[in-house]
């Protein structure tokens, strides 16, 4: 199994509280489901240091051809190895549209059209090590928002068909943490005025348990470069200078699954996330 | 033919119930004047007017007394800026009526000209009888039927004339208030007795919250409503018919003082939940409680307190933390029997309502608890008495540990101690009803007393008010003042003792208690006339 990055010390509070609470739901008992309220690409923040998961299981600095030269960063608690090439384009992104790509995505949650929902069967007794059923999909419906401008815990969301879903039929708990892989999900960005489909490939989730009902994690793993340039030629109003910038950025930082010419297909993209319970009708 | 023995005592059973040992002797209460709240002049509005027409809000606010509304109505004088408001929305009513499409309902008859005074005097007899919900004099009729007359000759409009008639009888006293004065009991049962068109209007707005029917009237004015029979007749009539769920809807809400919910604040950033439209849901969670389980499907009472079923939109099934059971507006759920929510108690309506803008208060809850469910009476807080409640340390980080200090006091502690021990056991809910199991990191403990005893959690506390020998009193009590619209004397507890006992032998259902009050004494007897009884 790769290497993940462990838990973070400050994410981790999960309370004796919230284990109670878990503890009471009766076995059998149908699965936990939560939505997520807020997602974000991880950034690097500091230079060289990002949230993320070691992807390819090496670490990898400007020598690395198995990495592109691509260095590889550390995370907050100073593990190497993480992927997160993304994080160093997304600046450049940003000043090339000149809109908060963040701000997009933030703004598709809270209206409803980005519905990430996890769905986790067998999470009540919460025995370290043991198997959940993870599920990822995506809800709709529209959903009120708290006066923190972030979707309210506790609603009932509608299962979107038209959307993808991911099954790990196997993650495991670890501590305060549900880790899950391998995690492959295609997810609609707003990057310009358009949505278009980011597949992250072969990646890892985790999801912690902060308490009743609240949850955080990230997911990473590897988008493929031509997806995201087919992806982008569809699009109209974007100018060959721009479309061709992030052609350019997106050929000097692919960092992962290099083909026989030693050049990488892949791009690392982690994302982090907030999530609240949700529920899901059933019919 | 030989009865068995079981059939011999389900007879006896039966004769006893339907044959119970009449209400003790009362003293009356002297009769006073309740003006129509708000949703009685609307309901009244919309039964004389139609349903569809704009009918200005916030006259003349409500005033609750003796814990009620109903109560209030009957001590409530009309400011100068009501009466202006009144007079303001008879007018804005009254050219509605009268407006092209709809005056050929409302008026009998096609006048003659600009001026037709017996087409007029037709409509201010027919329509006033039910404005004012008895027959108009002669010189009442001949009065505003000069009215209308007057306004159509200016005017060269018979129905611009009508429309100065109808503000008339919409202004008057007589439709504001519901005046109920009695009259002499010819039959000599009684000194004084309600006449059988105030006891059209006392039934009416009991169960219907709204002006008699024509039915009614004409009930009225064949004698019978104060005929035991005939008063049965239409109390049976008026019960079974759907519009009762909304008079004793009103009832329940004015009980657990529901309508303070249209003025819910609390603070955002803390409960992220509260919304412009919470405190509407949760009212109509409780009242679909009551009408649902208490009159739909005639349940006990009590049962309120400890019911597993609910009825939410998706707003409180967010808040609630469960699956919303429909999509759109309300639905039953069923609460999870593990957890300590349950019953009315666990609703956002009173968690909400009896909390402060920004935290919970175990002291409100239990002081609601106390007097308005329990009916026991609580002394005020001491005027030098510092109220306030400590902040959050590192000693004392639950409300639990921070009221302790109000306990401990001997200045505080005695009406504390009655208030804040019941209190305590709703900790698991914060200021507008969501579940918590903590507070600052520290476990909620949610244990608490009542009289005596011990519970553990909310769902402890509902069934000690279920049990307690107060609550189906308390309940009786304030369902005579609401219809009665008075406190009640000391020397009429016979009569309320007679009607728990009768309402505990009836197996707490609502729609006995209401025939046992309306044909008691307590519903039909009028007092003396006091001059201090009515504004």
């Known amino acids: 199994m790769r290497r993940r990055a462990p838990l973070h010390a400050h994410l981790a509070i999960f309370s004796a509280a919230a284990m109670t609470a878990l503890g009471c739901q009766p076995q059998g008992s149908e699965p936990t489901v939560a939505v997520v309220s807020e997602l974000y690409f991880a950034s690097e923040e500091p230079s060289g240091v990002s949230v993320g998961f070691d992807l390819d299981e090496r670490t990898s600095d400007e020598n690395d051809t198995g990495g592109c030269g691509i260095p590889d960063l550390q995370d907050p608690e100073g593990r190497a190895g993480i992927d997160n090439s993304f994080a160093s384009v997304l600046p450049a992104l940003e000043l090339t549209e000149g809109v908060a790509v963040q701000a997009l995505i933030q703004a598709a949650v809270n209206s409803g059209e980005l519905l990430l929902m996890f769905e986790m069967d067998g999470l009540e007794t919460w025995t370290p090590g043991a198997c959940v059923g993870l599920s990822v999909l995506r809800g709709t419906g529209e959903p009120k928002l708290g006066s923190n401008d972030r979707l309210l815990g506790g609603q009932t969301y509608d299962r979107n068909l038209d959307a993808p879903h991911h099954a790990i039929d196997c993650a495991e708990i670890t501590g305060a943490t549900l880790e899950g892989s391998p995690f492959e999900y295609r997810l609609p960005l707003q990057i310009f005025d358009e949505y278009i489909d980011l597949t992250l490939l072969d990646g890892v989730i985790e999801i912690d348990m902060l308490g009743i009902g609240e949850y955080r994690g990230r997911f990473g793993g590897g988008v493929s470069v031509q997806e995201v340039k087919d992806n982008m030629a569809m699009i109209d109003g974007v100018g060959d200078e721009v479309r061709s910038l992030i052609d350019t950025v997106l050929n000097t930082r692919a960092d992962l699954q290099p083909d026989a010419a030693g050049i990488c297909q892949q791009i690392s993209v982690v994302f982090e996330f907030t999530a609240v319970s949700a529920y899901l009708f059933e019919d | ?535």
């Open chain 2, 1 to 535: 033919m030989r009865l068995s023995g079981p059939a011999v005592a389900l007879l006896a059973l039966t004769l006893l119930a339907g044959c119970p040992q009449p209400m003790p002797d009362i003293t009356p209460e002297p009769p006073v004047l309740r003006r129509l709240t708000a949703a009685q002049f609307h309901n009244t509005i919309g039964d004389l007017l139609g349903d569809d027409l704009y009918i200005p809000e916030g006259l003349e606010p409500d005033l609750r007394a003796g814990g009620l509304l109903e109560v209030g109505a009957s001590k409530a004088a009309l400011s100068p800026r009501g009466t202006e408001n009144f007079e303001q929305a008879a007018y804005v009513l009254a050219e509605q009526a009268m407006a092209e499409d709809r005056r050929g309902a409302l008026v009998p008859c096609t006048p003659t000209g600009p001026v037709d005074s017996a087409c007029a005097e037709t409509f201010v007899s027919e329509f006033g009888r039910r404005a004012w919900r008895r027959p108009l004099t002669d010189d009442e009729v001949q009065r505003l039927t000069g009215v209308a007359d007057q306004g159509a000759s200016t005017l060269g409009d018979f129905y611009g004339g009508l429309e100065f008639a109808l503000a008339g009888l919409l202004l008057a006293p007589e439709f504001l208030y519901r005046i109920e004065l009695g009259e002499a009991d010819p039959t000599g049962a009684w000194a004084r007795r309600y006449s059988d068109y105030e006891m059209a209007s006392r039934l009416s707005f009991l169960l219907w919250n709204s002006t008699p029917d024509d039915e009614l009237l004409d009930a009225a004015e064949r004698g019978e409503l104060t005929q035991e029979q005939g008063l049965r007749v239409q109390l049976e009539r008026l019960l079974t018919s759907p519009r009762s769920r909304e008079g004793l809807r009103a009832w329940f809400a004015d009980f657990l003082q529901l309508a303070d919910l249209d003025d819910l604040y609390k603070e955002t950033s803390v409960f992220m939940h509260m919304s412009d439209t919470l405190g509407a849901s949760a009212r109509e969670e409780t009242l679909l409680t009551f009408e649902t389980l208490a009159l739909e499907e005639a349940g006990d009472l009590r049962d309120l307190l400890t019911t597993r079923r609910t009825f939410i939109n998706r707003e409180l099934a967010a808040l609630y933390d469960m699956r919303a059971p429909a999509r759109d507006g309300f639905a039953e759920a069923a609460l999870d029997p593990d957890r300590p929510r349950r019953g009315l108690l666990g609703q956002a309506s009173f968690l909400s309502l009896h909390a402060h803008p920004v935290s919970s208060s175990p002291t409100l809850r239990g002081r609601f608890l106390r007097e308005v469910l329990l009916c026991q009476d609580l002394p005020g807080a001491l005027a030098d008495v510092d109220t306030s409640i400590p902040p959050v340390s590192e000693e004392a980080r639950t409300l639990r540990e921070r009221v302790q200090r109000h306990l401990e006091d001997p200045s505080c502690g005695g009406c504390h101690r009655l208030m804040d021990l019941p209190g305590l056991g709703l900790e698991h809910f914060d200021g507008i009803g969501r579940y918590r199991a903590s507070e600052e990191g520290v476990a909620i403990d949610a244990s608490g007393e009542l009289d005596g005893i011990q519970f553990d959690d909310a769902s402890g506390l509902a069934s000690a008010i279920h049990d307690h020998p107060d609550f189906i009193p308390c309940a009786v009590q304030t369902f005579v003042r609401y219809a009665t619209g008075v406190e009640e004397r000391q020397d009429q507890q016979d009569g309320l003792d007679w009607l728990s006992d009768q309402f505990a032998l009836r197996k707490h259902l609502v729609a006995e208690l209401v025939e046992d009050l309306v044909t008691s004494p307590l519903f039909r007897q009028a007092g003396t006339i006091s001059e201090e009884a009515s504004p």
